[in-house]
T-cell receptor, first 116, second 112 residues
Framework: GAGVSQTPSNKVTEKGKYVELRCDPISGHTALYWYRQSLGQGPEFLIY????????DSGLPNDRFFAVRPEGSVSTLKIQRTERGDSAVYLC??????????????FGPGTRLTVL | AQKVTQAQTEISVVEKEDVTLDCVYETRDTTYYLFWYKQPPSGELVFLIRRNSFDEQNEISGRYSWNFQKSTSSFNFTITASQVVDSAVYFC?????????FGTGTRLKVLA
């Protein structure tokens, strides 16, 4: 079946602009996650959705970052007033969700964001 | 706090050599999960294995094997008879709930 997809694959923007990054999870997965990966580092947790609600947004670096998942499927990560330090690869993952055990998360190819 | 350490930044081997990637973790949870992911140049993280803290059995899958030792808080990954296609960055991750904590990764270069 289809895996997690993310669009765009690359996004170049200017400092101060607004960007939206989209994630399509694996069909039927109720849990969705966003991570950010800086060069030479492992992914760092940003936010976790169970269904439509953000169950944990503790990883969002500041209030310029916001994410939504209005229908419990596709999610959009929104970044306002972008800064050069926001440049990174933004990874989305999904998992079956709803269980007691920790799920295995399946990752998309990421969106490489470059802020000039 | 939870932490994952992958001390090997980069490893180069010649094809057909065996190679072991080290992973050491820290957690106060009694129930936790460990994972390995492969990140080829395309960038997508590919799931390789998941282990829970109560299952210390080693696992073998083809040329891949994993050695989980709670006594040393390690979850090492061995590739036997490495191939050029194994070249990638490999990440070890730890999770007590839904939040994965990743190490900094080990870049493996397999030379023909």
């Amino acid at each position: 079946g289809a895996g997690v997809s993310q669009t765009p694959s690359n996004k170049v923007t200017e400092k101060g602009k607004y960007v939206e990054l989209r994630c399509d999870p694996i069909s039927g997965h109720t849990a969705l996650y966003w991570y950010r990966q800086s060069l030479g580092q492992g992914p760092e947790f940003l936010i976790y959705f169970q269904g439509t609600g953000a169950a944990d947004d503790s990883g969002l670096p500041n209030d310029r970052f916001f994410a939504v998942r209005p229908e419990g499927s596709v999610s959009t990560l929104k970044i306002q007033r972008t800064e050069r330090g926001d440049s990174a690869v933004y990874l989305c993952a999904s998992s079956e969700g709803g269980g007691v055990d920790t799920d295995t998360q399946y990752f998309g190819p990421g969106t490489r964001l470059t802020v000039l | 706090a939870q932490k994952v350490t992958q001390a090997q930044t980069e490893i180069s081997v010649v094809e057909k050599e065996d190679v072991t990637l080290d992973c050491v973790y820290e957690t106060r949870d009694t129930t936790y999960y460990l994972f390995w992911y492969k990140q080829p140049p395309s960038g997508e993280l590919v799931f390789l294995i998941r282990r829970n803290s109560f299952d210390e059995q080693n696992e073998i899958s083809g040329r891949y094997s994993w050695n989980f030792q709670k006594s040393t808080s390690s979850f090492n990954f061995t590739i036997t008879a490495s191939q050029v296609v194994d070249s990638a960055v490999y990440f070890c991750a730890l999770s007590g709930t839904y939040k994965y904590i990743f190490g900094t990764g080990t870049r493996l270069k397999v030379l023909a």
